[in-house]
Each structure stands twice: as structure tokens, then as C-alpha cells.
T-cell receptor, first 117, second 114 residues
Framework: GAVVSQHPSRVICKSGTSVKIECRSLDFQATTMFWYRQFPKQSLMLMATSNEGSKATYEQGVEKDKFLINHASLTLSTLTVTSAHPEDSSFYIC?????????????FGPGTRLTVL | GENVEQHPSTLSVQEGDSAVIKCTYSDSASNYFPWYKQELGKRPQLIIDIRSNVGEKKDQRIAVTLNKTAKHFSLHITETQPEDSAVYFCAASSANFGNEKLTFGTGTRLTIIP
């Protein structure tokens, strides 16, 4: 299957700082990527849909000014958690849609564990 | 919007037995139903998917069935092995090569007892 990378895998930061997470599709182009948040022992909650060259679409209840998304190329989307607070601590996972081969499949990155002190 | 329910939340089966996980969805426009396996601290891995033009799909020990009339689909794992222990998520979307998003179920923690 297609490969999606995510960086960093873990990050610990102080409250009030900003953290940037990168999501890359390594062997395919992804016009659409998704950002999820996952709390321990819970399901994946979609935060926003990232579209290459246009503004992201945020899910209800997700603050767009706090979670900045940029999808500047067909292989890279970034999520910036601004002014992070302890309640932002979570597992953030991206996915990318692969339309090659006539199918439409989402492949996930390995996730980023964010801890805000 | 779409709502996906998944049952059971936890499932323990003896090694070698079969495991079945069931999901229901609410949006009749949904036409794509993938299943993901997630091991602790790792990414969800696509294990099988089905589209609404078929009723069943098999891949070795894994099969998925879809009943569009009843709006439910199920994952079947036969001859279970310890490495099948993980959390399994079903999902649904009206994927049509657009920007449709996946709606996930709440997950099933499957434990295979050696």
C-alpha cells in the first residue's frame, strides 16, 4: 500500500508554545489529507480536511485559529497547534487519500504524540 | 451527517476460533466501507474494504459482508491468531473521488486467547 510519513513522532512542549506536525505522502500525490485526533482508548475524531491549494475544512467544534493547517503541495500537509495547552495533549494522526489505480483509499501516518506540560 | 455504530466494544476469542465485529451506518448515500486495524501506539492499517456494488469480499482469513438494505456491514476473521489482537475500526463514507470524509466507529478491542 501507499506510504504516509509523519514528523515528529513525539513532541513535548511547554504550555503557550506552538508545535508544527508534518504529514507527507511518500509515493503518491494527495490532493486531500485529513487530520485526526485520538484520545487513549477512543476512536479517531476528524479535525479537518486539508485540500491542496485551498483552505482547510474544519469539523464543528474545532478552532481553525488554534489548529492551523497548510497543504502547500501535493505531498505535504502541516498542522500547527498554536499556543498549546495541556488539554491539547493527544495523539494526532494524518491520513492521505490515494486515487491512483482507480481506487480511493485513505492511508494513515504513524501519528504524533503531543504532550503539553 | 453519517453516524457509525460498532459492536462489540471488546471481544475475546480462543485462538483458532472466529471473530465477528458488526457496524451499522445511517447515511444511505454511503458506498465505501473500510476496516482498519490499530495496534497500541501505531497507525491504523487498512485490512480490507468493500464498496456498495458488492455484498461480500474475502482476503485469506478476513472477510467483510455488506447489507445495504439494512445498512450494516461486518468483519469476519477466521482461524484467529495471537497477532490478530488489536483494536479494529469500521468506517463509512460516500467516497466518490471527491472530498468525502470517513466516519469511524468507536472501535472493537479484540483479544485472542492462546
Amino acid at each position: 500500500g501507499a506510504v504516509v510519513s509523519q514528523h515528529p513522532s513525539r513532541v513535548i512542549c511547554k504550555s503557550g508554545t506552538s508545535v508544527k506536525i508534518e504529514c507527507r505522502s511518500l509515493d503518491f500525490q494527495a490532493t486531500t489529507m485529513f487530520w485526526y485526533r485520538q484520545f487513549p482508548k477512543q476512536s479517531l475524531m476528524l479535525m479537518a480536511t486539508s485540500n491542496e491549494g485551498s483552505k482547510a475544512t474544519y469539523e464543528q467544534g474545532v478552532e481553525k485559529d488554534k489548529f492551523l493547517i497548510n497543504h502547500a503541495s501535493l505531498t505535504l500537509s502541516t498542522l500547527t497547534v498554536t499556543s498549546a495547552h495541556p488539554e491539547d495533549s493527544s495523539f494526532y494522526i494524518c491520513s492521505a487519500r490515494d486515487f491512483s489505480g482507480g481506487t480511493d483509499t485513505q492511508y494513515f501516518g504513524p501519528g504524533t504524540r503531543l504532550t503539553v506540560l | 451527517g453519517e453516524n457509525v455504530e460498532q459492536h462489540p466494544s471488546t471481544l475475546s476469542v480462543q485462538e483458532g476460533d472466529s471473530a465477528v465485529i458488526k457496524c451499522t451506518y445511517s447515511d444511505s448515500a454511503s458506498n465505501y466501507f473500510p476496516w482498519y486495524k490499530q495496534e497500541l501506539g501505531k497507525r491504523p492499517q487498512l485490512i480490507i474494504d468493500i464498496r456498495s456494488n458488492v455484498g461480500e469480499k474475502k482476503d485469506q482469513r478476513i472477510a467483510v459482508t455488506l447489507n445495504k438494505t439494512a445498512k450494516h456491514f461486518s468483519l469476519h476473521i477466521t482461524e484467529t491468531q495471537p497477532e490478530d489482537s488489536a483494536v479494529y475500526f469500521c468506517a463509512a463514507s460516500s467516497a466518490n473521488f471527491g472530498n468525502e470524509k470517513l466516519t469511524f466507529g468507536t472501535g472493537t478491542r479484540l483479544t485472542i486467547i492462546p
